[in-house]
């Protein structure tokens, strides 16, 4: 099975159009795989894959975001659904070259929405950051 970065990089996007968001670094910092890739993209990214017919308009509550096979592009994430890309870019990590959420502010989100996987996450996290450096 490809690793994350190599589907991340199996996408062709701008590294410096999108953040990845979601599992994506628990994934590359060894906490556990993620399933899927979710991006928040720059308007002009996301009107690029609006228009490339791989790429499907869909709904999940209430927001508007783009989907193809395992990956999702939002415009706005931990924002209340107000785009907010130019943020998340500006307060990021950057791992093999492409912009994560930075894992606070990752941990945080999932605190927030507090389903099962998220209550298993926080519990992951929290291990890691435990661990001596």
């Known amino acids: 099975m490809a690793t994350f970065i190599e589907r991340l990089r199996a996408l062709g996007l701008d590294p410096d159009n999108f953040v990845v ?3 994506g670094l628990l994934d590359v910092l060894g906490i556990r795989t993620a399933d899927d890739i ?3 993209v720059s308007h002009s990214l996301y009107e690029e894959l609006s228009q490339h017919p791989s790429w ?4 999940v509550d209430g927001h508007e975001l783009l989907q193809t096979k395992g990956s999702e592009a939002w415009l706005a994430w931990d ?3 107000k785009p907010n890309f130019d943020e998340l870019v500006g307060d990021n990590n950057v791992v093999a070259g492409y912009n994560f959420v930075t894992l606070a502010r990752l941990r945080r989100w999932k605190v ?3 389903r099962p996987k ?3 996450d926080v519990v992951l996290i929290d291990a890691y950051l435990r661990q001596p450096n």
Not at 56 to 59: A, G, I, L
Request: charged share 35%.
């Open 56 to 59: 499907v308009m869909t709904e």
């Open 21 to 23: 968001v979601g599992s």
């Open 112 to 114: 927030e929405h507090d």
């Open 38 to 40: 979710d991006l928040v």
């Open 118 to 120: 998220d209550q298993r």
């Open 79 to 81: 924002n209340d659904g």
